[in-house]
């Protein structure tokens, strides 16, 4: 089955320390997206990759790195500098042409002690 | 700056059709309108999207008026599994990778 999927699906951390956060698809699709949710509020979009070797900072990359090696994958590093990094991180991907109907993960939700 | 408008919350009978609102005054010609769904701590759901023509898939029916300053979805028989929070959302064309999320429409379908 394609899609897309994120580990792990509950996640803990000590203040202070870097994480990673995995998305893997298999779709073939070119553009992936990390977004970062609240409870109670929308998402909002930390970065996107339109294509391999190439990403742009969303609304709140502050705190956040990624890479984009490769095409199927994109994952997310939540930095030591992230003040509240405590939430449910979403992860997606669409075909080029057809950014408006992205694919999501089933999330990963990161918990910071 | 939202772009849409949406009811905080909406419940709708089981079997019978639901009806979401949702104003975008502000929209301009080349912005789409899109809808998702987001059940309950799962990532969310591309449902349809449109420009000004009606459109129908097998998920829901997306109206928009003429001037589309606003539109309507509509899922034409709910059930329990439709219950999650319904997101309006306008974007632009083919350059505009992102998708703003609202509060959206947290709908409860009823038994």
């Known amino acids: 089955d394609g899609g897309i999927t994120q580990s792990p699906k509950y996640l803990f951390r000590k203040e202070g320390q870097n994480v990673t956060l995995s998305c893997e698809q298999n779709l073939n699709h070119d553009a992936m997206y990390w977004y970062r949710q609240d409870p109670g509020q929308g998402l909002r979009l930390i970065y996107y990759s339109q294509i391999v070797n190439d990403f742009q900072k969303g609304d709140i990359a502050e705190g956040y790195s990624v890479s984009r090696e490769k095409k199927e994958s994109f994952p997310l590093t939540v930095t030591s500098a992230q003040k509240n990094p405590t939430a449910f991180y979403l992860c997606?991907?669409?075909?080029?042409?057809?950014?408006?109907?992205?694919?999501f993960g089933p999330g990963t939700r990161l918990t910071v002690l | 700056d939202a772009k849409t408008t949406q009811p905080t919350s909406m419940d709708c009978a089981e079997g019978r059709a639901a009806n979401l609102p949702c104003n975008h005054s502000t929209i301009s010609g080349n912005e789409y309108v899109y809808w998702y769904r987001q059940i309950h701590s799962q990532g969310p759901q591309y449902i349809i999207h449109g420009l000004k023509n009606n459109e129908t898939n097998e998920m829901a029916s997306l109206i928009i008026t003429e001037d589309r300053k606003s539109s309507t979805l509509i899922l034409p028989h709910a059930t329990l599994r439709d219950t999650a929070v319904y997101y309006c959302i306008v974007r632009e064309g083919p350059n505009d990778y992102k998708l703003s999320f609202g509060a959206g429409t947290t709908v409860t379908v009823r038994a």
């Open positions: 997606a991907s669409s075909p080029s042409g057809t950014v408006g109907e992205q694919f």
